[in-house]
């Protein structure tokens, strides 16, 4: 049996769940462009364990959204889940955001790819390509949106772009392969099942030295170039 309370801050979406054995037996979430979540975190974490009649002591592991994402968010996230593994004694576990991103779309063609576009800031993005299986096949990067960005993808299969980024590659690109899903926002419905998959094969982070992924290096380097 694996109960988990899964945390996800990376964006504008505070999104709280407590799952057994990947089902979701309570969530509270809000998407708010005030980033609430230093308010709304601890309320939502004890909201979904009264409601699943849950104390803190059952909690067998942490899920937390790893990033990229807000760096504030992440912070707050990461802290709130690291302070209940040390309190709790209970293991961490960490997901990609952005591949929880892409499984959030059902039913895609076969051959499709699946690029969850997260907002940086001005014309930049985080990104990562996933197949149809959630194989992510480009990795995870850091970049600035321009008539290159994507071309080894576009014009070759159906493609999906999702998340907060997508509206500013729609400006860009005009293909009939294309599907934009904007109101795509990381959240822990699908969070559910990946951190149980990971819970199950013990694929646990060090809570000491465990940090999310920034991708600093890029918002630093842009810093620099102003």
């Known amino acids: 049996m694996g109960i988990i309370l899964n945390l996800e801050t990376s964006s504008t979406n505070c999104s709280v769940c407590l799952t057994k054995d990947g089902v979701i037996l309570a969530m509270k979430e809000l998407n708010s462009e005030n980033y609430s979540h230093a308010e709304k975190l601890h309320v939502f974490i004890e909201e979904v364990m009264k409601e699943a009649t849950l104390k803190t002591q059952d909690l067998e592991a942490i899920a937390v959204s790893k990033g ?73 990067k850091a970049e600035i949106i321009d008539e290159q960005s994507f071309e080894e993808y576009i014009g070759s299969t159906s493609v999906h772009f999702l998340g907060s980024g997508a509206e500013k590659i729609k400006g860009i690109f005009n293909s009939d392969n294309l599907t934009f899903h904007l109101d795509v926002v990381p959240s822990v419905k699908e969070m559910a099942l990946i951190s149980f998959d990971k819970f199950k094969n013990k694929d646990f982070e060090d809570v000491a030295y465990f940090e999310p992924y920034y991708l600093k290096d890029f918002v630093l380097q842009t810093k620099k170039d102003k």
């Open 68 to 140: 990229p994402g807000s760096y504030t968010g992440l912070r707050i996230g990461v802290s709130a889940a690291k302070g209940l593994c040390y309190a709790l004694g209970v293991p961490l576990v960490s997901v990609s955001t952005l591949k929880s991103m892409a499984s959030q779309l059902k039913s895609v063609d076969e051959d499709a790819l699946i690029i969850p576009v997260l907002d940086a800031r001005r014309m930049e993005v985080y990104s990562a390509v996933f197949d149809n299986y959630l194989n992510q096949v480009r990795e995870t």
